[in-house]
C-alpha cells in the first residue's frame, strides 16, 4: 500500500461540507495547479470539457470550481471563463503579507460550528453600530437589498448572494473597516463550511420565507434606529441557524 506524500495535499482544499465526488475534483483540480499544469493566470479548461476529462457532472464540477473560486484559487471572468489566481505560499511570502491565500487556509479549516461562534461574536456588534452609524441613504441601499432579497422564492443560490450583500451592507455600515473585513472572512468561511452543503437542504421555499420575515424585521429596526430590537432580533437569528446545524452534527 502507498502513502501519499502531504505535499500533494492542501488544507486549502480540504473541506467536509461537500460530497466525496466534489472533493475528488477539488483534489485533482487543485493537484493540477499546484503542479503548474495550470499555471498562475492561466485559462481551465470549459466545465464541459473537465467534466468529460473527469467522468463527473457539470453540476460536480461547477460546485468544485465555486469552491476554488470562494478561496481565491480561480476567478471567474464572464464570457471568459475560469482564471488560476492562486500562489504557492512561498511565492506569497515574496509578495507581501500573503494575505488572500492565509485567508483561503483559515476559511477552509473553520468548521461549521465554529463559523457559528465567530458569526454569534460579530454580528451582535455589528448590527448595534450599524444602527447607529449608518446614513439615511445606507438604510435606503439596504431596503433595496431586501426588495430584491424579499423576490427570491426557491432560487437557493440567488437568496445565498443576496443574502450576502444585505449582511455586507450592514458590516459596512458600521464604519469600522476592520470590523468589515473580518465579517468579509466570515461570509467567505460560510460559503465553504456551512452553506455549501447544509444549506442547499435547507433552504426549503418555507425557510427561505422565514428568513425573509426575520431580515425585514431587522431592517425595520435599524431604519427605526432600535438598538435593542435590532441586537435581539440578530440573536434571534443565530439561535435558528445553530438549531439548524445542530440537526446535522
Known sequence: MT????????PIITTHSVGATVQLVLDRLFAQIKSEEYPL???LPSERALASEMGVSRNTVREAL???EARNVIRRRPGSGSFVTWRSPEAESGQGTGA???????AFETSPLDHLVVRGIIEPEMVRLAVINMTPREIQE??????EL????????????????????IAAGTRNPLLASCYGLAIESCRVSFRAALLRRHLTPRRIREC????????QAIAARDVERAVELIKLHLLEEQKLLLQDL
Do not use: C, I, W
Request: aromatic residues 6%; charged residues 30%; glycine residues 6%.
Open 41 to 43: 493566470d492561466s485559462r
Open 66 to 68: 465555486d469552491v476554488l
Open 100 to 106: 488572500g491565500v492565509t485567508g483561503a487556509s483559515v
Open 212 to 219: 425573509q420575515q426575520r431580515y425585514k424585521s431587522l431592517l
Open 3 to 10: 502513502t501519499e506524500s502531504p505535499e500533494m495535499t492542501s
Open 150 to 169: 424579499e423576490n427570491v422564492h426557491t432560487d437557493v443560490e440567488a437568496f445565498v448572494a443576496g443574502e450576502e450583500n444585505l449582511y455586507r451592507k
Open 142 to 147: 439596504l431596503e433595496r437589498l431586501m426588495a
